[in-house]
């Protein structure tokens, strides 16, 4: 007998009838497919963002019951703009991880994208928006030594980075000579990324409409090309309430902000750099790449795809970032220094991206856990500085969260391994 397929196109006679995997019905499903799924996944070991949001959460209500100042508007929005240098820095370890590699280099480039910016800014009177993109470029420069070495030559990565931990410090401390620290001048463009604010409430409130509509139109996006393929699309109400929730989200944060000083530059640098990063690794060809790559190596290159390229433009972008960082760091320090991006600059970077979501095994992640993870540990340090509480509780409280969000990913993989969706 013949008969029709899912798409609705009618059968030959005597045709098998097609297999349908039931996990690309979940859209035609509404709320009960949905549902299905989530306990799928919760069942399989795909947790998502779901402990880090219930994470943030339970930090956000112990400070706030603890010290009553933690949700204030001024206390978040000076959060959002401590979080922009180490979350660059974390943008970066995020494509690295991908890889399943690490770089352990981001502190040390930081310091010198600063030291380097300080030196010709202030010290020898070039123009400062050069002298940052001279700072930056050093920093791709750097990575793609890091990559060479890595990529081409077969050096682990870590070692690679490591020495460059080493070698690029030394370099810091020989370029800023007997300056022990070079303050940064109040008319700086480094010292705007993070005291400058645009203090007219429809900067934020349009920024959140921006944000609100261009989701919009990336799932209107989605959703065509979906019914193009023939595959099943989302209902409405689906889509409303996924738009309503970042639309929430985004103009709360608005309203949040225009209650203290308006909507901070660093904000605006950082949530830039995080959805072209995003629209990169998920939209792009090259984002595919990285992942099959951090998934099995050998599998891309038999595949075609050129592994030593996506290797050695991963560090490059990540030292990049790692040197824009650098500025941020710089700006909320007050100037560049010999010490600069040492200390425990370096396990934050690497904890944040952990935390947030990705993988330390590679081939697994996102970049949002870049924002998430420097949150994360960005709140914790806020509100232990509000109690009072001295610098090893704050490392050690890090440090701990590290470690379960470490037990939590190695749990997930081997609970999607027993499921076999690994």
């Keep these: 007998m013949s008969g029709t397929t899912p798409t609705g196109e009618q059968e030959p006679a005597g045709a098998a009838a097609p297999v349908v995997d039931p996990r690309l019905l979940v859209r035609e499903r509404g709320m009960a497919g949905y549902v299905e799924e989530f306990r799928r996944k919760i069942r399989g070991g795909e947790l998502g963002a779901i402990p880090v949001v219930v994470g943030l959460i339970i930090i956000a209500v112990v400070f706030q019951s603890l010290t009553g100042t933690f949700l ?23 494509l690295v991880l991908l890889l399943g590699e690490i770089d352990l280099s981001v502190g040390s480039m930081a310091g010198l994208s600063a030291a380097i910016w300080a030196v010709l800014s202030v010290g020898q009177g070039v123009n400062d928006l050069l002298a940052i993109v001279l700072a930056i470029a050093a920093g791709a420069v750097v990575g793609t030594i890091h990559g060479f070495f890595f990529a081409k030559i077969g050096v682990p990565a870590f070692v690679v980075t490591l020495a460059g931990f080493l070698g690029w410090s030394g370099l810091q401390i020989w370029i800023m000579g007997s300056e022990g620290t070079i303050n940064i001048p109040r008319d700086s463009l480094v010292r705007d990324f993070n005291n400058f604010y645009f203090s007219d409430i429809a900067a934020a409130y349009g920024l959140a409409l921006v944000i609100t509509l261009g989701y919009a139109a990336a799932l209107w996006t989605g959703e065509r090309r979906r019914a193009a393929a023939k595959l099943p699309n989302r209902q ?187």
């Design 72 to 94: 204030t508007p001024g206390n978040l929005s000076n959060i959002t703009v401590y979080i922009a240098g180490p979350g660059l820095m974390a943008v970066g370890i995020v």
């Design 236 to 422: 409405m109400v689906d889509l409303a309430v996924r738009i309503g929730l970042v639309a929430v989200a985004a103009f709360t944060v608005a309203y949040v902000l225009n209650q203290h000083r308006g909507l901070p530059l660093a904000l605006v640098i950082f949530l830039a750099v995080l959805i072209a990063a995003d629209f990169m690794v998920r939209r792009t060809s090259y984002g595919r790449q990285i992942f099959a790559v951090g998934g099995n190596a050998e599998a891309a290159r038999r595949a075609g795809i050129n592994v030593v390229r996506v290797r050695l433009t991963v560090f490059t972008i990540a030292s990049s970032l790692a040197a824009l960082g650098g500025l941020f760091w710089a700006a909320q320090a007050g100037g560049a220094s010999k010490s600069l991006g040492s200390g425990n600059l370096l396990m934050n970077v690497i904890a944040a991206a952990v935390i947030g979501g990705t993988s330390l095994f590679g081939g697994r992640g996102w970049i949002w856990s870049a924002l998430l993870g420097t949150l994360v540990i960005q709140s914790i340090t806020t509100g232990l500085n509000l109690l009072g509480m001295a610098s090893e509780i704050q490392y050690m409280i890090t440090g701990a969260v590290l470690l379960i969000a470490v037990v939590v990913d190695s749990v997930s993989r081997r609970t999607q391994r027993t499921a076999g969706r690994t």
